[in-house]
């Protein structure tokens, strides 16, 4: 079936890394995504990985795929406070016309 | 480059009533998507659409929730009638083409009371 599981809390003190787990079930996910989403705001893609990745670094940002037990990951280097936020992990399946599965988000609190 | 549009952004209405909500997607966005999202959740897919075609209805509610896109451009999505289950932030989101990233909008807040 199609579940994607996020941890609902994280807090970490600025400055210091932030990492936000995410396991997803379908073996055939193509893409998988990290979105970012604050208050009241619609969602922002942070970054996005492809099925046949392990790892995509981008600035601050780290994703690194485990496809063996279907485990994403995104770390934050040097979080700051304006990192406090929902970060939604998501699963896209080329089955189902690249349908998009969102998890219920990792709320991360950011203090000074 | 304007983002994706919607208005709009916060809507109180009784149940049983009528609303309905519009989306503007990013020019030259092909696919549409109408998300809900409840709250402490993450969005679930309403609807999408390829130009004017809704190509994956299947988790719309289509005995009260209906959606069109003519010209396959605008986007309005409507509810008649409105339930007490039905308050959300209701999300448009638009990409290229199915497998880009997708854009959201704002999103619009429902109260139904």
């Known amino acids: 079936g199609e579940d994607v599981e996020q941890s609902l809390f994280l807090s970490v003190r600025e400055g210091d890394s932030s990492v936000i787990n995410c396991t997803y079930t379908d073996s055939s996910s193509t893409y998988l995504y990290w979105y970012k989403q604050e208050p009241g705001a619609g969602l922002q893609l942070l970054t996005y990985i492809f099925s046949n990745m392990d790892m995509k670094q981008d600035q601050r940002l780290t994703v690194l795929l485990n496809k063996k037990d279907k485990h994403l990951s995104l770390r934050i280097a040097d979080t700051q406070t304006g990192d406090s936020a929902i970060y939604f992990c998501?699963?896209?399946?080329?089955?189902?016309?690249?349908?998009?599965?969102f998890g219920a988000g990792t709320r991360l609190f950011v203090k000074a | 480059e304007a983002g994706v549009v919607q208005s709009p952004r916060y809507k109180i209405i009784e149940k049983k009533q009528p609303v309905a909500f519009w989306c503007n997607p990013i020019?030259?966005?092909?696919?549409l998507y109408w998300y809900r999202q409840n709250l402490g959740q993450g969005p679930e897919l309403l609807i999408r659409?390829?130009?004017?075609?809704?190509?994956?209805d299947s988790q719309l509610p289509k005995d009260r929730f209906s959606a069109e896109r003519l010209k396959g451009v605008d986007s309005t999505l409507k509810i008649q009638p409105a339930e007490l289950g039905d308050s959300a932030v209701y999300l448009c989101?638009?990409?290229?083409?199915?497998?880009?990233?997708?854009?959201f909008g704002q999103g619009t807040r429902l109260t139904v009371v």
């Open positions: 659409y390829e130009n004017e075609e809704a190509v994956d």
């Open positions: 020019s030259g966005h092909n696919t």
């Open positions: 998501a699963e896209s399946m080329e089955t189902g016309g690249f349908k998009t599965i």
């Open positions: 989101a638009s990409s290229r083409e199915e497998v880009t990233e997708a854009f």
